[in-house]
């Protein structure tokens, strides 16, 4: 299995890529955000894993 990063996942293309990807179930997928807010909520056993992207 592979990890994959996606940015921009919490709508639009990033987040289309995101759901493909962890569909195949053949990636674990961290899909980031710039807000948290925005992105779709989660549960550990789906295959998206969601965070916000930080700056430091």
Known sequence: M???VVT????G???AIARR???????DVIA???RE????SRKR???CTSAPATSR
């Open 45 to 47: 056993n789906d295959a």
């Open 13 to 15: 293309i990033g987040l």
């Open 32 to 34: 980031l955000a710039r």
């Open 21 to 27: 990807l962890a569909a195949s179930r053949d990636y």
């Open 37 to 40: 807010g925005e992105l779709p």
């Open 8 to 11: 921009g996942g919490s709508r």
């Open 2 to 4: 592979r990890n994959v």
